[in-house]
């Protein structure tokens, strides 16, 4: 029995080879996958559960089917996603879970979580989280027709993509005491997120007792997942194959 994490696969109607890579992915897992969950940031935009998601038919399927056949799919809000709501949760058989929460694993307890709440150096996007995160600046936004909030999503989306090339890049990374702070909150020694695109296994003093901060690695030219089982967990990459098309 095992299980897996995957996050930040940002998919996209232009990326049809990063939704055929996780269709694969899932495929590949459904004998003995326990639980998945994906931490966020799966898809690059997201304005709404009742707008079109073209390319996403055949994910959706075989997501439900994954569920239906006993693996338990869980699904944590990133920063681009963070309006999947309910609906699309009960089409693929999925839980939402809180933006942190402490999970039991087969290696013990872990605090998991997307990520982008630990870049506490980042004032502005903490700003910005602050106020889209806001449940009525959620209605409101899900009040408008679909042409206004596909508009209003590319203006903010331009404009984080902008401001972020000007960061440098610690501000960008987790704030190493806020990763301390969440750790101790939890009461736990072990980590997962990503939204970083920074992959790698992190080993944290944290008040002499020794923790790990696993992050998840974005989807591109490579893809990655964590897997977790009795014997230890692995961070996986692996290539994403360009089809011709
Ligand atoms: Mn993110």
Same mark, same amino acid.
């Given at each position: 029995?095992?299980?897996?994490?995957?996050?930040?696969?940002?998919?996209?109607?232009?990326?049809?080879?990063?939704?055929?890579?996780?269709?694969?992915?899932?495929?590949?897992?459904?004998? !003995?996958?326990?639980?998945?969950?994906?931490?966020?940031?799966?898809?690059?935009?997201?304005?709404?559960?009742?707008?079109?998601?073209?390319?996403?038919?055949?994910?959706?399927?075989?997501?439900?089917?994954?569920?239906?056949?006993?693996?338990?799919?869980?699904?944590?809000?990133?920063?681009?996603?963070?309006?999947?709501?309910?609906?699309?949760?009960?089409?693929?058989?999925? #839980?939402?879970?809180?933006?942190?929460?402490?999970?039991?694993?087969?290696?013990?307890?872990?605090?998991?979580?997307?990520? !982008?709440?630990?870049? #506490?150096?980042?004032?502005?996007?903490?700003?910005?989280?602050?106020?889209?995160?806001?449940?009525?600046?959620?209605?409101?936004?899900?009040?408008?027709?679909?042409?206004?909030?596909?508009?209003?999503?590319?203006?903010?989306?331009?404009?984080?993509?902008?401001?972020?090339?000007?960061?440098?890049?610690?501000? #960008?990374?987790?704030?190493?005491?806020?990763?301390?702070?969440?750790?101790?909150?939890?009461?736990?020694?072990?980590?997962?997120?990503?939204?970083?695109?920074?992959?790698?296994?992190?080993?944290? !003093?944290?008040?002499?007792?020794?923790?790990?901060?696993?992050?998840?690695?974005?989807?591109?030219?490579?893809?990655?997942?964590?897997?977790?089982?009795? !014997?230890?967990?692995?961070?996986?990459?692996?290539?994403?194959?360009?089809?011709?098309?």
């Amino acid at each position: 029995m095992s299980v897996y994490f995957v996050s930040d696969l940002h998919l996209k109607p232009e990326r049809p080879d990063l939704t055929r890579a996780f269709l694969h992915f899932l495929h590949t897992i459904q004998e !003995d996958a326990d639980s998945l969950f994906l931490l966020g940031d799966i898809f690059e935009a997201w304005i709404g559960d009742d707008a079109p998601t073209p390319g996403l038919e055949s994910l959706i399927t075989q997501l439900k089917s994954l569920s239906d056949n006993g693996c338990k799919i869980f699904f944590q809000h990133g920063n681009r996603d963070f309006l999947v709501g309910e609906s699309f949760m009960q089409m693929i058989g999925a #839980t939402l879970l809180p933006e942190i929460t402490t999970e039991h694993l087969p290696v013990g307890d872990a605090v998991i979580l997307h990520g !982008d709440q630990l870049c #506490t150096d980042d004032q502005e996007y903490m700003q910005f989280r602050s106020l889209v995160r806001d449940s009525a600046w959620q209605q409101e936004f899900l009040s408008k027709s679909l042409e206004e909030r596909l508009s209003i999503a590319r203006q903010l989306r331009d404009t984080s993509k902008q401001r972020t090339t000007e960061k440098s890049d610690y501000i #960008t990374d987790v704030n190493p005491h806020t990763v301390k702070q969440t750790l101790d909150d939890s009461k736990v020694t072990l980590m997962i997120h990503g939204h970083t695109h920074r992959p790698a296994i992190h080993e944290i !003093d944290l008040n002499g007792q020794q923790a790990k901060r696993i992050v998840l690695g974005d989807w591109d030219q490579l893809g990655w997942y964590l897997k977790v089982d009795s !014997d230890g967990f692995d961070l996986i990459s692996f290539e994403i194959k360009k089809a011709a098309d």
